[in-house]
Each structure stands twice: as C-alpha cells, then as structure tokens.
C-alpha cells in the first residue's frame, strides 16, 4: 500500500488545486492547532484602553472594540471552527456511512425505510433546519454540532449507498460471496475500501460546509456563545461597528472565505488525484 | 450413453428461477419472469458439462443458483446428494469447500485493493480462520504454481497482471480449496484467441491431472465442443438438447441446436459467404 | 478501382519516456465492393487504424504517412474537411451498438440527423430517406416505428440502427470496429451478410475489424494480420488461409479450438502462442514477434523483417518463410 500512497502523493503534487488547496488547510489546521497552547495575547483579556487599535507590530491586524487582539481571536475561532467541523463531520460519517453500508447491502424494505427518512431530512434545507434545532434545544456549541451532524448523515448514508451498490455489481464481490463471507464482512473488506476515495473527498467538501454553518449559526447567535470566540460571532459584533472599525468584519470574513476556497480546491484536486483511471494514463 | 453410476456429483433437479418484474400498474398483478424454467441435468464426478445459448437464455443465471447464489422459486440443486438449498447456512459454509466459480471479467472478479494472496487466499479465511500467515503463504504458493503462476507473484497486486494471467489467478482462488465441482461462467471469453487457448489448455490439464468436475458456461460453441464432455443447449431458460458433446455437434436433433451450430462462422474462406453469394449471383445471370 | 489506400501510415504518441510508435509503417489498399479484414489480438494496432482511417485519433497522437481516399489524403486534410468526409464519404460502426446509439433520441432522428447534417435536407425529406434506410437494413417502418428508442431494441436490431446512421449518407468507405463481437452467434451471421450484401448493392468498400478468423474467412475478399502495431501478413483472404506464411497467423489459427467441423477434436490440447503481445513501450527489436516464435533465430532478434511478396499480392514479414511452411 506504500507504493500506492507514494504514488498518490507525486500524483498530487502535479495538481495544481490540491497543492494550493492542501497549504491553505494545512495552514489553517495547524493556525488551530497552535492557538490550543499559544497565542499571541489571552484571548478573554479585556483592554478598553487599546480598543480599535489599527495594524501595527504589537497587534498585526489591531484591535475590537473590548481592545482583545484579532490574531489572537481569529487563531482561537479557528479553533472553534476545526472542532465544530471535525465533530460535525464525524456524526455524518460514524452515521452515514453505516446506514448506506447496511441499506446497499441488504435492499428490499430496509433500504427503502433507511432511503425515504433520508430523502424526509434531505428535503428540509440543511441550514434551516440547524437553525430550528438549536432554537428548540437552545444555542450552544454542542448543539450547533449536533445540528450540523444531523445535516451530514443524509449526504453521507446517501453516497455511500450509492457508491457502495455499483461496487456490489462487480464480480469480486460474487467471489466473495462464493468464499462464504456474509454481508457484513464484504461490506466492511470489500466495499468500503473500494468506496474510500469518494467518501474522502466528500469529507473535505462537508468539511468546508460545515465551517460555513458554524459560522452562521454562531453569526445568528445560535451557535457558540460568548466569551469563546468564533468567526461568525466576530463578523456578528463587527456588524454595527463597519463604518467605525471595517477590519473587524473584514479579518473573519477573508478566514472563512479562504477556509471554505482552501478546503473546496483540496477536496477537488484530492477527486482528480484518488481517480485511478487519471492516475493511470499518467 | 451414461455409463451407470452410483451417484451423481452434481444433481440439478426441475430448478426455477423467477425475477420479478416492476408491476404494469400501482395496483397490477405483480409480473414475474422465469429465467430458468424446470431445468435438470446430472454431472459424473470427473466429467465436463457444458451449458451453451445465447444471451439472455439463463445460463448464467443457473451457474449462480446452481453456487447457491440466488434462491430457486422450486426445485433442488444436489452436490454429493446434499441439498444445497435446505442445508442450514453454517453447513452451506463448509461445503462450499466443494464448489467453487469462475467468473467471465477477468479485470471485475478481483479486487483491485487486495494482493493476489490474499485474493487466492479468500475462500480459506472462512472455512480455515486458524490457518496461520505461513501455512496460508505456503498453500497460496503451491496453488499458483499448479495455474502457471509463481509463487512470488502473491506479492503483487491485479493491475500488474494481463488479462490471461488474471484469469489464472481467478483459477487458483477456486482451486485452493481443493473443490471437486467448479462452475465456470464464460472463463475465457473476455480473453484474446491465443491468450484464451493458454486457459482453456490449464482447465483441461487441472481436470485430467487433479479428476475436477467443470460446469463449463459458454456462449462460445467451438470452445464448448473442444472441452466438454456432455452438453446441453439453453434456450429460453430451458434445456432444449442435451447429450454427449460430439453426438449434440455432429447429429444436432433439435432445431435451434442446428441454427446455433450453423451459425458459427467457419474459418474456411472456400465457405465464404462472399464467394458463396458471387457464385449465386453469377448463376442468375 | 482503389478507394482507400493506405501508405506508409504510423501514429506516434509523446509520452513522458520519449516517442511511442504505436502503429509502423501499415500499407492497406481496398477497392469498391470489396471487404478488407484487419485481424489480431487486443492491442496490435487495429482500432488505431480505423481511427486513423476516420481521423478520430485521440488528442496528442501524430499520424504521418498517407490516406488517400479517392487520391485526397485525409491526413492533410484540415478539421472542417474532415467533418464534411465523415459520415459523408467515411462512416463508421461501432462495436457497441448500445453506447453507439444516443439513449434519450428516437431511432428515427438519429437516423435522419447525418442527412440533414451532410445532404441538407430537410427534416420531412431526411425522415423519409430515414425510413427507406432503416427498411434497407432489415427495419421496416411497419414493424419499427421511428419513434422507437434504443433500449426498445434487441441487440441485433440496434447494431442495424447503427449500420442503417452509417449508410444513411450513402458512404464510400465503412469501418466497421468488431461489428458482431457484442452479439449472439446467430445474430451475428445476420449482421454479417447484411454487411456483405449492402457492400455489394452500393458499390461500398468495407473494413471490417475483427479477432476472429472465422468472420474473417466468411465475409472478406482480402485480409491484413496486425501483430504489436505493424502489418504480419496481407493479401486475398484465399491465399492467406491456404498459405498462412507468418507464424503469427498460422498461431493465431491453431490456437482456434476445433475448427474442423469434422472428427472429434475434444479435450486435445490446443496449441498456444506462449506469452502475450508486448505493449507499445517494451516491443523487442528486431521482429516484433521475436519473443514469442517458434521459428526465431538470432537474425529475427537483431533485424525488422519486412514484406516479402509471396503470390498474387500476398506478402508476408519473416525471415524464415520456408522454415514455417515446412514445419507444417
């Protein structure tokens, strides 16, 4: 399997979408993953003194109007944005995928079952229906999460089952079915490997959707509550302060913008270089 | 012609298959299809039988009921007189051992994620789960050897194999579990001419050298002649003729045997429908 | 009369390890009337040069040598050109007859399109050539309606659409790429003297593509075997069958299991070509099919063979001709 990954990689770094992509992400990641121990000032520390301060060296894109330093809270949203998304993401995959797997594999009424209260989630816009979950149960973060993994099971279970039953076509699978293994046991040998470069991608993509949810939901004051920092709370307050202090608004944006651009490129070069029939013509 | 025989290895009893249909309207009679319609024939142990018609006649569709691989709506598959369909699953497990298939795409019928020892290897992780890592490598070895193939190539992964060798591959993943009966559906036709005798040569050497049982599927008539020892002609899922393979060729009793074996093109350009309609032509005019 | 002659042809691809040469020096000619067959295994060259012949090469491969078709080279022709000769003069059938036909379009207007398209009728006047063609071909508009789609087809009866969209225009030349592989025996003979007889009604010249000699032998007047990109063996299907001068050919014709009709042959061992046909990167050479002959000798390694002229327009390219006869 190394040969494979190693091929992958020098496949990738000839496009150009996953290579730029891939270094805003990783950028982005790793941004996060600094401000869990460090970052530049506490975000929480309230200055009035040095409120609205422009860009200068001390602060290098300034200061809001509680005077806490931008970086700093741009790091510790993007903190926020990564765990809402990682969580997110994961509920639609631990969930999704199973239920796909199980619908392909079995067909008759359970798939129906499965497929039709998927299609009954699918039909309500996934944005709207966060929104009324976290106004009935209360905003918060976990709900936020828990709102926008709801809102990824269905894309999930329905790609998997779709891409799980070409597989199940294949003679391979016949074979198997010849050497005795049960339904299960193809499922997770056969086909979910065989399906893993589709799910890959669309985890990038729900990955870039998710951060985009979060950051409305918290901009609806839904979602994360303050004091902890978010992008869509950050571009919420600075709403009122625009003509006052434009960066304020300005700084969230561009992350969120650049976070979703990065993560939609990555996800579409990752498409191109996981296609085996693109990477065999070479 | 049956020399008499205590017992069959393979028994196929009046199997039906039926498909149902999408229904004609919301409320219609639901519409089903018969794929297989009453089909029986015995298989001596040693022997080759071959099944020959045209798409759609269900040959295939028996070669995956016949593995036990879709249920009969009636009728009995028997193996060493064991009932395959009413044996409990644990016990259709174990006698799996005995029946294995080849598949027709030889690029479809092995996962490209796995290496070729653990594709050979599959029917044993069920039958044999204590087999240990070395025994395993050892009996994957000595059945690719046995197809033509060495032992290394268990390192290697499908994509690294020509179409014929593939199709060996396939091969040994049904042999290794030393079956008695294999049931091949269209082996070698996806399968270039020269590439194609190479397989059909290992099919008959394995069955002389190791006493296998072949269920051999075929739309091919020149392949079904040369290796088979009895056939039957599918049509319309039934058996329209059957019998011993050179007596069904040369005195074809049924009518659609005949226009099957006629419509094989000869490579014979004296036969040629070229010449054959110039010297029409020529005698009209 | 000469139709099609094919001089010197060879297609060239730009890989990243330099210049591939997938077809070398292929010379074809076919006359009115008559039927050329191109035989040999997957991946010697001959869709390539179907798709040379109908200037449908694949993006990034070169093509130089000549197609002269009625004496224009289609090889200097320019796309706009090449678009008026397609279907026009050149038409093509595929092997696949499903993914030939467009699925969501009545039989009748994919038909009735090439018509509009290259003869400028109009739609009235192109459904009525439509009819007559598709009756041609064996679909009265009685029994098939032109508002059939394809997948209310047989097998058989879409190949014929297909043959029926490829004669609409009235063609000079018709490629026909492994017409009868995807079919039924039975089927396939029908197709097959449908070919034959629309070849002779309207003066056409035939290329028909196949790996299979008993096609071959029943439906050709001359026949080229293609081995790794380069032409084997050519001349009068008669003679080659009689003769079979190259060790490919005559392989290629043993390793056919019982071809006699007569006598039992069962469960004899059928002679094989040992190996496979070397990819256009790894070709041996001197003789292409060095690695895989019986006959071969130190000169077959170090020198290309080329055509030698053995009868009446029958030639065949190897060193040890009488080596090969004598063995048989």
């Known amino acids: 399997m190394s040969d494979g990954l190693a091929e992958i990689w020098r496949t990738g770094l000839r496009n150009r979408g996953f290579v730029i992509g891939g270094i805003i992400t990783v950028s982005f990641v790793l941004l996060a993953a600094i401000a869990l121990i460090w970052t530049p000032y506490p975000v929480e520390e309230i200055v009035v003194t040095r409120r609205f301060q422009g860009i200068s060296s001390a602060h290098w894109l300034g200061t809001d109007q509680f005077g806490r330093d931008l970086v700093s809270l741009l790091m510790a949203g993007a903190v926020n944005s990564v765990a809402v998304a990682i969580v997110a993401v994961g509920l639609g995959v631990g969930i999704g995928v199973p239920l796909g797997a199980i619908a392909a594999a079995r067909q008759g009424w359970l798939d129906e079952i499965l497929m039709r209260a998927n299609d009954f989630a699918f039909a309500f816009p996934a944005l709207l229906s966060a929104v009324m979950i976290t106004a009935l149960a209360g905003p918060g973060a976990i709900n936020s999460i828990i709102a926008i993994g709801i809102f990824n099971i269905p894309v999930f279970a329905r790609l998997t089952r779709g891409a799980a039953l070409v597989v199940w076509k294949r003679e391979f699978i016949m074979a198997a079915r010849v050497a005795g293994k049960g339904p299960l046991r193809i499922s997770i040998e056969h086909i979910l490997p065989n399906i893993s470069s589709v799910l890959i991608v669309q985890v990038t993509i729900q990955f870039a959707l998710a951060i985009l949810a979060e950051a409305g939901l918290s901009y609806l004051g839904l979602g994360t509550q303050p004091p902890q920092p978010s992008w869509g709370k950050m571009l919420n307050e600075a709403q009122t302060l625009m003509f006052l202090a434009p960066q304020l608004a300005i700084f969230p944006g561009v992350a969120i913008a650049l976070t979703v651009l990065g993560l939609n490129l990555f996800g579409d070069g990752l498409r191109d270089v996981l296609d085996p029939r693109l990477r065999r013509e070479r | ?285 | 009369m000469t139709l099609l002659s094919i001089e010197n042809l060879c297609v060239e691809l730009e890989g990243p390890n330099g210049v591939c040469r997938l077809l070398d020096q292929v010379n074809l000619s076919l006359s009115k009337g008559q039927c050329l067959g191109l035989v040999g295994e997957s991946g010697c060259g001959k869709s390539m040069t179907a798709m040379a012949i109908i200037g449908l090469l694949p993006q990034g491969m070169r093509a130089h040598g000549k197609i002269l078709l009625n004496g224009e080279d289609l090889l200097k022709a320019d796309e706009e050109r090449l678009c008026q000769l397609r279907g026009r003069k050149v038409a093509m059938v595929f092997q696949e007859p499903m993914t030939a036909l467009n699925p969501v379009v009545p039989i009748g207007r994919q038909v009735a399109e090439g018509l509009r398209l290259h003869l400028g009728l109009t739609r009235h006047e192109a459904e009525t050539r439509a009819s007559q063609t598709l009756a041609r071909v064996g679909l009265p508009v009685e029994r098939f309606a032109l508002s059939l789609f394809p997948h209310q087809l047989s097998g058989g009866q879409r190949q014929r659409v297909v043959i029926a969209m490829a004669l609409a225009c009235g063609p000079e030349i018709l490629v026909a790429d492994e017409p009868t592989t995807a079919l039924d025996v039975t089927v396939q003979a029908q197709i097959l003297d449908l070919l034959a007889d629309i070849i002779d009604e309207f003066g056409m010249g035939l290329v028909l593509i196949t790996h299979d000699l008993g096609v071959v032998a029943e439906t050709t007047d001359t026949m080229a075997v293609m081995y790794a990109g380069r032409l084997v063996e050519d001349g009068p299907t008669v003679e080659v069958f009689e003769r079979m001068a190259h060790p490919y050919t005559r392989g290629l014709f043993a390793a056919m299991p019982s071809h006699s009709s007569e006598g039992s042959t069962t469960r004899s061992p059928l002679t094989t070509i040992p190996g496979r046909v070397p990819d256009a990167l790894s070709r041996p050479a001197g003789c292409p099919f060095v690695t895989r002959c019986g006959f071969a000798t130190d000169l077959c390694s170090r020198e290309l063979p080329l055509m030698k002229t053995l009868g009446h327009r029958h030639n065949a390219a190897c060193f040890n001709i009488a080596h090969v006869e004598e063995g048989s």
Do not use: W
């Not at chain 2, 089903?32 to 015995?42: C, E, L, M, T």
């Not at chain 2, 040994?172 to 397989?199: F, K």
């Not at chain 2, 319309?236 to 393979?245: C, D, F, N, R, S």
């Open chain 2, 1 to 285: 012609m049956n020399s008499p025989n205590p017992q069959p290895l393979l028994q196929v009893e009046n199997l039906v298959r039926e498909y149902r249909l999408p229904r004609k309207s919301l409320f219609g009679p639901p519409v089903s299809f018969r794929a297989v319609n009453g089909v029986s024939f015995n298989v001596d142990p040693g022997k080759s039988f071959g099944i020959v018609g045209e798409s759609g006649c269900g040959k295939s569709t028996l070669a995956r009921t016949v593995m036990g691989l879709e249920q009969p709506a009636s009728g009995r598959v028997l193996l060493e007189g064991q009932d395959v369909f009413a044996l409990p699953a644990r016990a259709l497990r174990s006698l799996r051992r005995k029946f294995q298939m080849v598949f027709q795409d030889p690029y479809g019928s092995l996962d490209p994620r796995f290496k070729v020892e653990r594709i050979v290897a599959e029917p044993l992780e069920v039958l044999l789960p204590d087999l240990s890592r070395a025994e395993r490598r050892e009996r994957v070895g000595a059945t690719l050897d046995s197809v033509g193939l060495k032992p290394a190539d268990a390192d290697r992964y499908p994509h690294e194999f020509s179409g014929g060798q593939r199709q060996r591959v396939a091969i040994a993943r049904a042999l290794i579990t030393e079956p008695s009966l294999i049931v091949a559906d269209e082996p070698v036709s996806a399968l270039d001419v020269s590439v194609q005798a190479q397989v059909l040569n290992l099919i008959m050497d394995l069955q002389t050298r190791q006493g296998l049982t072949f269920l051999f599927i075929s739309h091919d008539l020149s392949v079904v002649r040369h290796i088979t020892d009895e056939v039957a002609v599918m049509y319309a899922g039934e058996i329209v003729e059957t019998g011993p393979t050179h007596q069904v060729f040369s005195d074809p009793q049924h009518s659609y045997t005949r226009s099957l074996i006629g419509a094989v093109p000869i490579p014979d350009p004296r036969r040629s429908r070229r010449l054959k309609r110039t010297a029409g032509s020529a005698g009209e005019s």
